[in-house]
Nanobody, 119 residues
Framework: QVHLVESGGGLVQAGGSLRLSCAASGGIFSINAMGWYRQAPGKQRELVATITRDGSTNYADSVKGRFTISRDNAKNTVYLQMNSLNPEDTAVYYC?????????????WGQGTQVTVSS
């Protein structure tokens, strides 16, 4: 069973920074794309950033230039450095991973970590 465990959320003032981490564990052969999504109250879950195994990245327009996604393949861990946070970034942030086991690829989600930005 694969588990994704997120950490690093919390309360921060506008203009501040946070760094989220997500570690995958379990019967993992390898992980293809990893990413971060977020869901604010009353809104649908939206993509924040993704990163492929070879390091290619994709960002939502709303976070470009402020957030940086990275990963450590040896540790099966993905990070999200969030700078210049504003109240609109307040949401539950979810880690996502496309895990390869045997010849199949499976999608997994973390439990979510709350990020609250005060004005």
């Amino acid at each position: 069973q694969v588990h994704l465990v997120e950490s690093g959320g919390g309360l921060v003032q506008a203009g501040g920074s946070l760094r989220l981490s997500c570690a995958a564990s379990g019967g993992i052969f390898s992980i293809n794309a990893m990413g971060w999504y977020r869901q604010a109250p009353g809104k649908q879950r939206e993509l924040v950033a993704t990163i492929t195994r070879d390091g290619s990245t994709n960002y939502a327009d709303s976070v470009k230039g402020r957030f940086t996604i990275s990963r450590d393949n040896a540790k099966n861990t993905v990070y999200l450095q969030m700078n210049s946070l504003n109240p609109e970034d307040t949401a539950v942030y979810y880690c996502n991973a496309l895990v390869v086991m045997s010849i199949y690829e499976y999608e997994y989600w973390g439990q979510g970590t709350q990020v609250t930005v005060s004005s």
